[in-house]
């Protein structure tokens, strides 16, 4: 796994490796997301560059749903 910064609330640490290696594989782009990945959707929205989106439901998963 890429270097990560653990919290007590970091769903990983609560999973076995092999549970892990599984979620990853199910993904579309076979990896962990970083906290960056999710504040990228979220300044994306926040910008005027998302002013023409409306009533969405974005998926920020890296392709499990």
Do not use: W
Not at 12 to 33: G, V
Not at 36 to 45: M, P, S
């Amino acid at each position: 796994f890429p270097t990560r910064r653990s919290s007590d609330l970091d769903m990983f640490d609560q999973m076995s490796h092999e549970a892990r290696e599984k979620l990853i594989n199910s993904s579309a782009l076979k990896r962990a997301a970083e906290p960056k990945d999710i504040a990228n959707v979220a300044l994306f929205l926040a910008s005027e560059l998302s002013s023409f989106v409306t009533g969405q439901i974005i998926r920020a998963d890296g392709g499990i749903s």
